[in-house]
């Protein structure tokens, strides 16, 4: 299969070694002292976005235009702030005084861009008490708030402490194992995920913990909590416990280890497989193959699988081909268009489907996107899974990350993902072979003939079906007639029951709910 680095949320991570240059041609109206360790971090942080954006950016762009709105926006932290372009020149002005003139570099010279972009916010903290007031990262923050909105509005900043959250949630942390409930300021283990350190030391769901080492948790904020709890790999983090079963609190060490935030839940129900996946990280299509054997291994009848994405925000992309070749033999998963010739890929089925030729349905509402959006257009663009549920959020884009100098990272938007029908996901979305959404009216009569299985009921199915038909060749009208839905309903399981034990209605929807495959 044809795999690489690259991901919705992630690719592997890229590093520059950017050195603070010495630019020709930018001028102060009076020179400035010499660079701080913290400002050259700060050179070097513009640098390296200034330069991705340059070569990676999915669409054609200046420096020019992000640099000039994010200068712009830092007017909201202190009004007297201003910048001006005044055609030839920069020009940044604190009331009626001049702070700054720089010559404007051409539209994409990133490295002068960065330059002046680099002293105009040096000036601005020196000159504004606003500005000294918030603290060092917090105006990068803003700067590239401002600057980045003019890309799209996946293309992000993140500084370093978000930057460490973010990749925990894709990567990995050191930790024990536990998913914490947070009330009133104490802190209860609400799940204890099996396999892990925890499960291993014997927590429970339940457990109260009230020290970490000799350090007290009652009244620590969550954030603070969290931080306590993980460490480095092998560690020893020594719990208190306040456990109802117990007199006395007891005492249990549990020895950190790499922890990948589970995504996958399954349960075998009246011959149904149902699999929620929640997102899309590093262990989710290994987890997922795990689900898949354990259910082989039951020795019970599967005769269908439901694939539940709904409220799916996405992740990583070689998860989401990895998860969708499970279900398909061969062909066409996703492609990927950008600007930058690494951001023109093609995926492929290529592993064997683990499920051996059973129904498929997929769910989907308007809060499954990205990469759960990828799986559920593969399945349905190569006619192996019928979509039920609300139209999908619609976000057509992949997203690079690059570590920056300052450990904060660029989320970059550098691929645009196209399904092997040929559409192009943004702002369309993948829509259901059977929608649910709009008022729940509307599901009554069908649902109550779907309960009893009538005749009446088969027959408004394939009703619904054909309205999807009618108009799966216009992604646009296809959508209003079947909008979003933040709901999971429960009317979405008991019509993918219904049709996984129904054969015609099931191998109806396959045809009418998939686009025909485009020529390629």
């Known amino acids: 299969m044809g795999k690489t680095g690259i991901s919705v949320l992630s690719v592997n991570s890229l590093f520059f070694a950017v050195a603070a240059l010495a630019v020709a041609g930018v001028t102060a109206c009076s020179t400035p002292a010499p660079e701080s360790p913290e400002q050259v971090t700060q050179l070097e942080v513009i640098e390296t976005v200034f330069e991705n954006i340059n070569k990676r950016y999915a669409a054609a762009t200046t420096i020019k235009t992000v640099s000039l709105a994010g200068l712009k926006r830092l007017s909201e932290t202190d009004a007297l702030l201003a910048v001006d372009d005044t055609g030839g020149s920069v020009e940044l002005r604190y009331a009626d005084r001049i702070l700054g003139s720089w010559p404007e570099p051409t539209p994409n010279d990133h490295d002068n861009w960065a330059a002046l972009t680099s002293r105009a916010l040096t000036l601005a903290r020196s000159e504004s008490d606003k500005i000294q007031a918030d603290e060092h990262g917090n105006l990068l923050k803003r700067f590239f708030s401002g600057g980045l909105a003019k890309l799209d509005r996946y293309t992000r900043y993140d500084g370093p402490d978000q930057a460490r959250n973010t990749r925990a949630r894709r990567e990995g942390f050191g930790g024990l194992g536990v998913t914490i409930r947070y009330e009133n300021g104490n802190t209860y283990v609400r799940k204890v995920h099996e396999g892990t350190p925890a499960f291993r030391a014997g927590l429970k769901a339940g457990d109260h913990i009230t020290h970490i080492g000799k350090t007290a948790l009652t009244g620590l904020s969550q954030r603070d909590v969290i931080t306590k709890l993980r460490g480095p790999i092998h560690s020893g983090a020594d719990l208190t416990i306040s456990r109802e079963a117990s007199l006395t609190p007891v005492k249990i060490t549990v020895i950190r280890a790499h922890i990948i935030l589970p995504t996958i839940e399954s349960k075998l129900e009246n011959v149904i497989l149902k699999i929620e996946i ?54 066409r998963i996703i492609s990927t268009r950008g600007r930058h010739r690494r951001a023109n890929q093609i995926f492929d089925a290529s592993w064997g489907e683990r499920v051996h030729n059973l129904p498929i349905v997929v769910l989907i509402n308007g809060r499954s996107a990205s990469a759960s959006e990828i799986v559920a257009t593969a399945l349905r663009d190569r006619g192996r899974a019928v979509v039920v ?3 999908s959020y619609g976000k057509g884009s992949v997203q690079t990350i690059i570590r920056l100098p300052n450990r904060g990272e660029l989320t970059l938007t550098w691929a645009h993902m196209i399904a092997p029908s040929g559409f192009n996901l943004q702002n369309h979305g993948v829509i259901p072979a059977i929608c649910t959404s709009g008022p729940e009216d509307r599901l009554g009569p069908l649902m109550n003939a779907i309960k009893s299985a009538t005749a009446s009921g088969q027959t408004a199915l394939i009703a619904m079906l054909r309205s999807r038909h009618a108009v799966r060749t216009d992604p646009i009208g296809a959508r209003k007639l079947c909008p979003p839905s933040k709901l999971k309903r429960s009317e979405d399981i008991e019509i993918a029951r219904y049709i996984l034990t129904h054969e015609n209605i099931y191998l109806q929807a396959l045809h009418d709910g998939a686009p025909a495959i485009a020529e390629r």
Do not use: M, Y
């Open 278 to 331: 929640s997102g899309f990280n590093q262990g989710t299509s290994r987890s997922l193959g795990k689900a898949l054997s354990g259910a082989e291994r039951g020795g019970d009848d599967v005769k269908g699988v439901i694939l539940d994405l709904r409220g799916n925000p996405g992740g990583l992309l070689d998860q989401a081909v990895a998860v969708a070749d499970f279900f398909l033999n061969d062909g």
């Open 389 to 391: 549920g609300a139209s």
